[in-house]
């Protein structure tokens, strides 16, 4: 067993998010575990770019309201307890609603040997698209 002290929180680069999201690593597997978990807070209005994970994701929102939206559907609104799983290759984006902040555990897989980058990364989400709903 082994009791992992907190690390210091990290910001979220400007190239992959919109506004403040500061993220902890809650779990970070050693090979042959590529489990990742991060706590992940957003916000007011702040969010991802749209991006998608090689092998899928899931999101279990802790704290606060939320939006998620796939690429081609709705503005999706997001409330502690709700699990959210975007498939392999899914584009999409969450963040926090407009006037709240939000935390969500978000939950994937590092990169496998030989394969592509765990996740890829693309246009920052517009207010246009946010306020779609
Ligand atoms: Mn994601």
Redesign the pocket.
């Known amino acids: 067993m082994e009791i992992l002290t907190k690390k210091p929180s990290t910001k979220g680069p400007a190239e992959m998010f919109t506004g403040d999201v500061w993220f902890d690593v809650i779990a970070q597997g050693s090979e042959p575990s590529r489990m990742r978990v991060n706590m992940v807070r957003f916000a007011p209005g702040a969010r991802?770019a749209w991006?998608?994970?090689a092998v899928g994701?899931t999101?279990h929102v802790t704290e606060g309201i939320g939006l998620v939206q796939s690429r081609g559907g709705d503005v999706v609104v997001m409330r502690p307890g709700d699990t959210i799983w975007?498939p392999p290759g899914e584009w999409?984006?969450?963040g926090a609603a407009p006037d709240h902040f939000m935390s969500h555990l978000?939950m994937?897989e590092g990169p496998a040997e030989g394969q592509g980058p765990e996740?890829e990364w693309g246009e920052h989400v517009t207010d246009e698209e946010c306020n779609a709903r």
């Open positions: 991802t991006h998608c994970h994701q999101l975007t999409h984006w969450h978000a994937w996740s």
